[in-house]
């Protein structure tokens, strides 16, 4: 192993120690579990030899881009009743696997990685493997979701060094079990509860100046939907957010917090935290869809309530809330995000602005981009929209499956134009002046 590896590696758990520390401060219960501190695999010293380089070099991936632990294969084998994942890595990675009940899941923890295996192998849906998807979940934090059929049981899966022209592998054998075992088993690890400390308050803002949150919604190991072409849901409406972010800070009015400013993925119910931690004003929610019909496009805009407002609304609010389940959170601490929400008097008032804003930014949008035609302003239990005393809408943009919609989103003009609608439709919430809008309210 050389001194640059060497030296690579010590950089990656100096940040990693970093990220922990600063999770320590702000966790919720999604915190990931710390990774242990990598181990030297006796056998990795191989002298000058540097077998792992030139494994690298053969696949195309060494150079100075490779400042991280590289996944360079994964793969899953299916045997009757057992299933085996095989997870090879250019350096020695130590993972954390635990599981998580409703729904079931093995959860792979490691540090950052970069995932860059050619066709890891697709499960065959027979046995315990119904899917798996696998990403950055934190900064500083990897993860592989493995969703199953079935219950199962595995033993701590050990690294073994390179050999055979393989690199470090980590090897999760997954075995049948009883649902009572599973259920039995399935949660954080012993001694690694998750901590759940509230997120610092920030200061209110200077007098004058409203608090927005704008919320682009998923990220990191979440995409959220894509479009054929390849347009991903979390990069769009990541672009839309800083361009609004943009819009609305023009104007000196307002002070701006993203929720996520990159490609992370953050829990839903940290999202809400957020908002209410920076005394937010007003908290916006940014998504597209997706659907199988494709000719279905246009805007809508969704805020909370305890009955959906239609079937297709209740099915965007599951498919929102799903979020947390993708990305691997625990949440048998948390009431059940789509759960009957307890709307109570003082709720009242924020649920009463949320729907004028709503109202607003659909009076906002037409001429602007396209507008779901039948019934734009719906409800549902979207889980990142509960926070009691931050009136919240979320903003489905469009269908990326949908081929004039596609097309708009991907360019510049539309995100500008967009951002910029929006940003005057918060104008007016807050100024009761919908004069200046593109459109007037769109009543009958
Ligand atoms: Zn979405």
């Known amino acids: 192993m050389s001194l640059v590896r060497y030296g690579r590696l010590l950089r990656l758990w100096a940040a990693f120690l970093g990220v922990a520390f600063a999770v320590g401060q702000t966790a919720l219960a999604a915190t990931p579990i710390p990774v242990p501190k990598p181990q030297r695999a006796s056998t990795a010293a191989q002298g000058d030899s540097d077998p792992i380089g030139a494994l690298l070099r053969e696949r195309g991936l060494a150079g100075p881009t490779v400042s991280l632990p590289v996944v360079i294969g ?237 079937r297709e609304a209740g099915n965007l609010a599951e498919k929102e809330n799903m979020s947390d389940i993708i990305a691997g959170v625990d949440l048998s601490g948390e009431n059940n995000p789509v759960a009957t929400i307890l709307i109570d008097l003082a709720q009242r008032d924020t649920m009463n602005r949320s729907v004028r804003f709503a109202e607003t930014v659909l009076s906002a949008l037409p001429g602007v981009t396209s507008v779901q035609s039948a019934s734009p302003h719906r409800s549902a239990g979207f889980a990142v929209l509960k926070a009691p005393d931050v009136p919240a809408a979320l903003i489905e943009l469009g269908y990326l499956t949908n081929t004039k919609d596609e097309s708009e989103m991907a360019t510049e003009a539309w995100r500008t134009r967009v951002s910029n609608a929006i940003a005057q439709a918060i104008d007016a919430h807050f100024t009761g002046d919908t004069k200046a809008l593109p459109r007037q309210a769109t009543n009958p």
Do not use: C
Request: proline letters at 9%.
């Open 74 to 310: 994964l793969k899953l084998t299916e045997d009757g009743k057992n299933s085996r994942f095989t997870l090879e890595f250019s350096d020695p990675v130590d993972v954390r696997a635990f599981t998580l009940a409703g729904p079931n899941r093995v959860i792979v923890d490691m540090p950052d990685v970069l995932w860059r295996m050619p066709d890891p192998t697709r499960p065959s849906g027979k046995g315990a493997v119904k899917a798996y998807r696998y990403g950055q979940f934190r900064k500083g934090n990897g993860r592989l979701i493995v969703d199953l059929n079935k219950p199962v049981k595995f033993a701590t899966p050990q690294t073994l060094p390179p050999e055979g022209g393989a690199g470090f592998r980590v090897v999760l054998d997954l075995g049948p079990t009883t649902a009572t075992d599973f259920a039995a088993n399935a949660g954080w690890p012993a001694g690694m509860q998750p901590m759940s400390a509230p997120i610092p308050v920030s200061p209110r803002a200077p007098a004058g100046k409203r608090v927005v949150i704008i919320d682009p919604g998923h990220g990191g190991i979440d995409p959220g939907t894509h479009s054929p072409n390849g347009i991903v849901e979390k990069d769009l409406v990541l672009s839309v957010a800083r361009t609004l972010r943009k819009s609305l800070e023009a104007t000196g009015r307002y002070r701006v917090q993203l929720t996520r400013d990159g490609d992370v993925f953050i829990p839903l119910r940290e999202r809400v935290n957020m908002g209410r931690a920076a005394h937010g004003d007003l908290f916006v929610s940014l998504h597209a869809d997706s659907n199988d019909h494709r000719e279905i496009r246009g805007a809508s805009v969704y805020t909370l309530s305890e009955a959906a407002s239609d």
